[in-house]
């Protein structure tokens, strides 16, 4: 079930995942509601703006660039479940957070290749549902999410990472 639009909520889970200060998201949403006026619309564009501007923050915040991958793609996941609230297409945040998903892959000491996680809701996503591919050639081709996915709110396809593994199932430093 998709709840609908809470801006507590959001705000909450930014401050208690993401480690904003409550004290800075209540200032500029002070700012933003003085410059814009009390309204819901109003609202969630100040949401959209400081999640936008979050996002930024995340990226310079972590020196452990694996650790910084790991916050980006949670991060990313969330905002395109707040476009799937909205019932709004998705689809660039589920890349974002794919993309980071195989960065963070990248930095393995271990070979690894990916699989796609499709679904049965999509023609294309079905069509290539557990499709391994080097790890590599992911980052490179980047081939979901699909552009023309059939699903109303955008392609939901993911990554599964897995390691090489040699023939007495250990894994394989590269």
């Given at each position: 079930?998709?709840?609908?639009?809470?801006?507590?909520?959001?705000?909450a889970l930014l401050i208690e995942k993401y480690e904003?200060?409550?004290?800075?998201?209540?200032?500029?949403?002070?700012?933003?509601?003085?410059?814009?006026?009390?309204?819901?619309?109003?609202?969630?564009?100040?949401?959209?703006?400081?999640?936008?501007?979050?996002?930024?923050?995340?990226?310079?915040?972590?020196?452990?660039?694996t650790r910084r991958y790991q916050q980006l793609q949670?991060?990313?996941?969330?905002?395109?479940?707040?476009?799937?609230?909205?019932?709004?297409?998705?689809?660039?945040?589920?890349?974002?957070?794919?993309?980071?998903?195989?960065?963070?892959?990248?930095?393995?000491?271990?070979?690894?290749?990916?699989?796609?996680?499709?679904?049965?809701?999509?023609?294309?996503?079905?069509?290539?549902?557990?499709?391994?591919?080097?790890?590599?050639?992911?980052?490179?081709?980047?081939?979901?999410?699909?552009?023309?996915?059939?699903?109303?709110?955008?392609?939901?396809?993911?990554?599964?990472?897995?390691?090489?593994?040699?023939?007495?199932?250990?894994?394989?430093?590269?």
């Amino acid at each position: 079930m998709i709840r609908p639009y809470n801006f507590a909520r959001y705000r909450a889970l930014l401050i208690e995942k993401y480690e904003v200060s409550d004290t800075e998201f209540n200032q500029q949403h002070t700012a933003w509601i003085a410059r814009s006026g009390p309204s819901l619309e109003s609202e969630k564009a100040f949401l959209w703006h400081f999640l936008e501007y979050w996002a930024t923050v995340l990226a310079e915040r972590y020196s452990n660039v694996t650790r910084r991958y790991q916050q980006l793609q949670a991060f990313y996941l969330a905002l395109w479940c707040f476009q799937i609230v909205e019932e709004k297409d998705g689809t660039n945040y589920m890349e974002l957070a794919n993309y980071y998903k195989l960065k963070t892959a990248e930095l393995a000491e271990y070979k690894t290749y990916v699989t796609i996680i499709g679904g049965t809701q999509c023609a294309a996503a079905e069509a290539i549902d557990g499709k391994a591919t080097p790890l590599e050639e992911a980052l490179v081709n980047q081939p979901i999410p699909y552009a023309n996915c059939s699903r109303p709110h955008g392609c939901i396809c993911c990554y599964g990472v897995h390691g090489v593994r040699d023939l007495n199932g250990r894994l394989v430093l590269k």
